[in-house]
Each structure stands twice: as C-alpha cells, then as structure tokens.
C-alpha cells in the first residue's frame, strides 16, 4: 500500500462516541457488515468530523458535526446526504450514500454512513512518492480545475438539484449573510471589519455570472487522487455547503485556501494543500485558466477573491469562538483568533490593490 494513501488516526478523546450503538444501527440498515468494527478518524476535522469503521472486508465513513455545533445550516449532514444523493448521477465524483441518521439516541445528533473511496488525499506537502516533476503537478492542478468546471457544467433544472438552493440573488445573500455571520462570531479583540464589509456590500456584481451547482469548499485537500494514477480524482468529497449560486463565487472561495510560493510568512503558514508546489499554476493562472474552459468573464475578478478571503475570515472567526467559549479544547484552534485578524488585513490589502 502507498504511504500515500489517506489513512486514519486514533479518534481524538473529545471526538469519541458510542461505536456499539452506531455498529448496530448501520448492521440494520447495510447489508452484509460482519464484525466488530474498528474506529479512526480522518485528520482535520475544523469544521465536520470524518471516521473510518473498519468491518471485515468493507470499510465505511461516517460524518458528524463537530461537539458544540449549534448551527443547523453550517452543519446539516442530512442535507450534504442529500446534495451527495442528488449530485451522484450527473457527477460521479460524488460518492455514495449508504444511510443516514436522525434519531439523536444512536450519536446524539445527526449524521451519514458513505463508501470510503480509498485514495491520495493531498495535504500540507506533496507525497514525494506520487512522483510527481513539475510538469505533472501542472497536469494535476488542471485536472482539479477541470472537475470544477465539469462541476458547474452540471443540469441544475434537473428536479433534484434544482431544490438544493434558491440560486437567483446568490451574491447579495451570500455578502449579507456571511456579514452577519461575522459580527455573531465576534470575541474580545476581534477586528470587527466594518469597512470589508462595507466594501463587499457597495462592490458586488448586479447579477450572477451563471446559475450552477457549486460546490463552496472545493480545495485540493477534499479531493480523492487514484493511487496507481495520481492525476486522476476519482472522488470529490466535503459537500457541506453545495448549492445553486454563482460560478465565480465558487472560484473565489477556492482561491481563498490557494496558497502559493511567493506569499508571505504568514499566509504561508495557512496553507494546507500543496499549492506553492513547483507546477502549481498561481492564483491568477488558475482564475485565466477557468476563464478559457468556460468561456465566462474573469477580468474583473477583484470582488470574488475578497469576498473568498472575507469568507474564509469568517469562518476561522466562528471556529475560534467555539474554542474560546469552551466547545472544543482542539489546541490548534488556539490561534485562530489571530488567523481572523491577519485575513481582515489581507483583505484590506486585495482591496486597495483592486482598484475598484
């Protein structure tokens, strides 16, 4: 086996949960599972929380929210059951749903069982056995993108994709919504970044690019490499917050996480994909070469990658307010306070450079 390949870790003790109780609720429900299963958990875990189970010749992934979650829409695992369900015959990337969970005596809250798509799963640096010269991350880092595109390219009138969002008026929701989201999270010493907000608000399009799916956490780290094929993804996983809105929308998002080799210290500090390798197409080789498979208008890009760092602000912010009110003791989440604040700033600095 390829030390590439994703493997589990031992669950951390705040992460735990009743395993008979859950082995006996998925024995009932999928056909075939033998066994005591073993228990691991996937690395990450910031937002929700992935398990391996282990039966005799088959193995599972369960996903949960995380202790402490209060926000139904931020952590709706019925609803990423469904996004997946509805996604899986025009995407194949999506994987399969074997059963999900409402009853909060089995884990105290919802949760899904899926297949586990065995594979390379990139985190901070690339695998030095992938093999990969700098060619061959160029071709992988295209292919990423194109599985975006075919993404968006997707039949949203169909029934059951089209009642996964509202999708007209995406943009205003999302800069209203993610603004609001932001002074919730709010703690002592935060900045409260008023004028970003401000900005977002008077800055963003009339209308949307386009309608499509998208899929609003699309990063190298939530994709499934084949092992014997590195440049081919065969799984596209973490569809927590797919629904109908604007392409590009989706791009900047992506973008947020796109760390490459010239930024500075402390960006590169974030960063948790591979994206600095040599290869790698930079963020705007990235947003040029989206341009030309879809055809859409990328020239004024400014809006969506400040909106994608304002994002991926607010986000950290909420994380590091379940830490500093005691939901979780994960100490990497110890600084995220700061990690809000440097995002304010370079937002303020993507701001003034836009010239918008």
């Not at 005596?105 to 919802?110: K, N």
């Not at 014997?228 to 947020?256: C, Q, S």
């Not at 909106?307 to 939901?327: K, N, S, W």
Request: glycine share 8%; proline share 6%; net charge negative.
């Amino acid at each position: 086996m390829s030390a590439a390949i994703d493997q589990p870790r031992p669950v951390r003790a705040e992460d735990a949960f009743d395993l008979a109780r859950v082995d006996a609720f998925l024995k009932e429900r999928i056909e075939g599972l033998t066994g005591t299963p073993e228990l691991g958990q996937f690395p990450g875990g910031a937002s929700n929380l992935t398990y391996l189970l282990r039966y005799d010749g088959r193995e599972l992934v369960l996903r949960r929210p995380p202790p402490g979650a209060k926000a139904k829409s931020a952590h709706d695992m019925l609803r990423e059951a469904q996004v997946m369900t509805a996604l899986r015959p025009h995407y194949p990337y999506a994987p399969r749903i074997l059963a999900t969970c409402h009853d909060a005596d089995v884990l105290g809250c919802d949760f899904y069982v899926m297949e586990r798509l065995a594979g390379v799963i990139l985190r901070r640096e690339l695998p030095a056995d992938l093999g990969l010269d700098p060619a061959g991350v160029r071709a992988l880092c295209t292919g990423f993108i194109d599985r975006l595109v075919e993404l968006h390219r997707v039949d949203s009138t169909d029934p059951a994709i089209a009642a996964l969002g509202k999708g007209e008026g995406y943009i205003a929701r999302q800069v209203a919504g993610w603004s609001e989201r932001y002074r919730q999270a709010l703690t002592d010493g935060s900045d409260p970044c008023e004028d970003a907000m401000a900005w977002l608000a008077e800055k963003q399009p009339p209308r949307e690019t386009a309608i499509c799916v998208i899929h609003n956490d699309y990063r190298l780290d939530n994709v499934v490499l084949d092992p014997a094929d590195p440049l081919t993804i065969t799984g596209v996983l973490d569809w927590e917050m797919t629904t109908l809105g604007d392409p590009l929308m989706d791009l900047g998002g992506a973008l947020a996480y796109w760390v490459q080799a010239d930024d500075d210290p402390v960006f590169q500090s974030f960063r948790r994909q591979p994206t600095h390798a040599p290869g790698m197409l930079t963020r705007r080789e990235v947003v040029d070469y989206y341009g030309e498979r879809t055809g859409w208008n990328v020239e004024h890009f400014d809006f969506h990658e400040v909106f994608g760092l304002f994002r991926l602000q607010v986000i950290v912010q909420q994380i590091y307010r379940r830490f500093a009110l005691g939901q979780t003791s994960n100490p990497q989440f110890a600084g995220f306070g700061d990690a809000a604040k440097y995002l304010a700033q370079r937002c303020r600095r993507r701001i003034a450079a836009s010239g918008l």
